[in-house]
């Protein structure tokens, strides 16, 4: 999986061609528009000056892509916070080379705001109090696959064989520090069941403690607390591929030319946080987390615009926006937002 992703020049995320949105493989909470920039940008500044004011604002980016959300919330602050804006930076944390790049076209509208790093090890040295946020980050982070056998567990591996291609074979755990984690989680051994495991998670929420000494952490996503994530009702794991907005769930088709996700386990990113001190303000979905951010005036004054133009397609576009994300059938529930804070 880390290879189908990220590997350089073949891995998903290293293809010029990969965008989310209509001509993409899969939409996300960018792609509906900038309304989803404006009400981060407005719940950022909310935070940052009740809590940390007057320290000039500091946002970090992780999985930018091509940088949309960020150009969305500069633009944002610009316009509704210059104050804040003034003194602001934005900052981009970016392994790939090709996002990399588009990131800093992206931003480049705003001169001197944005800048970008290729590691987290990168931004330690030039900040220490932060707002960091991820969308869609920690879903497309390689896991390990399990499956239950006759009362053993199986870990999932991939093998090349010249007739077949790829395959899968599934071999006892024999790793200790897997058979913890899955008793850890107290996943159901019942036969047949499958689940994932994100090591990768762990290290990298430690790795994030690390740089940050206070501020927020943002982590939006799809995926569950443990107990729902890993519950009887949910036996096939959460192990997903998309490509032109087609679902499959087998990652050894199409290698490197389509996306591969795993449900987010929201409680391991608490129990990571509590360690370090980090701090759960709240988690919740999609739905009430925007509606709260829109706090009905962005509401009132889209309302009132359409009463002195009823054809004015700005504000149109925005209600539509917002009922796209807030919306329990489309995107409302799908996705949860965890806040966490350190030192505030």
Request: aromatic letters at 10%; a negative charge.
């Amino acid at each position: 999986m880390q290879a189908c992703l990220y590997g350089e020049g073949m891995g998903y995320y290293s293809q010029s061609s990969n965008a989310p949105g209509r001509k993409g493989d899969f939409y996300t909470s960018v792609s509906t528009g900038p309304v989803f920039g404006r009400l981060l940008a407005d719940s950022i500044v909310d935070l940052w000056e009740r809590h940390l004011s007057p320290e000039p604002l500091t946002i970090i980016e992780q999985g930018a892509h091509w940088g949309q959300l960020a150009l969305d919330i500069l633009d944002s602050l610009q316009v509704r916070h210059p104050r804040v804006y003034d003194r602001c930076r934005y900052v981009c944390v970016e392994p790939g080379s090709v996002s990399r790049l588009r990131q800093e076209e992206r931003l480049a509208s705003h001169q001197g705001k944005g800048r970008c790093y290729g590691s987290l090890h990168d931004v330690k040295p030039v900040l220490n109090k932060a707002f960091f946020l991820s969308n869609e980050l920690l879903d497309s982070f390689p896991v390990k696959r399990i499956l239950c056998r006759q009362g053993v567990w199986k870990e999932c591996f991939i093998v090349w064989e010249e007739e077949k291609g790829f395959v899968e074979i599934w071999n006892p755990v024999t790793d200790s520090v897997l058979l913890q984690e899955i008793a850890h989680w107290q996943i159901p051994a019942l036969e047949g069941y499958q689940a994932e495991l994100c090591f990768k998670a762990r290290n990298w929420f430690r790795d994030l403690g690390e740089t940050l000494s206070a501020g927020f952490i943002l982590t939006m996503d799809y995926g569950f607390m443990a107990q729902e994530l890993y519950s009887p009702g949910r036996p096939q794991g959460t192990l997903s591929c998309y490509s032109a907005h087609r679902r499959d769930d087998n990652p050894l088709t199409e290698v490197g030319k389509k996306d591969i996700t795993a449900h987010v386990n929201f409680s391991l990113l608490m129990e990571e946080g509590e360690k370090a001190s980090w701090q759960t303000v709240y988690f919740k979905d999609q739905h009430h987390a925007l509606i709260e951010a829109a706090q009905l005036a962005f509401l009132q004054q889209l309302e009132e615009k359409l009463l002195r133009d009823p054809q004015d397609h700005e504000s149109r576009s925005a209600i539509r926006q917002f009922q796209t994300l807030t919306h329990p059938g489309i995107m409302g529930t799908q996705f949860k937002f965890l806040l966490q804070s350190k030192g505030i």
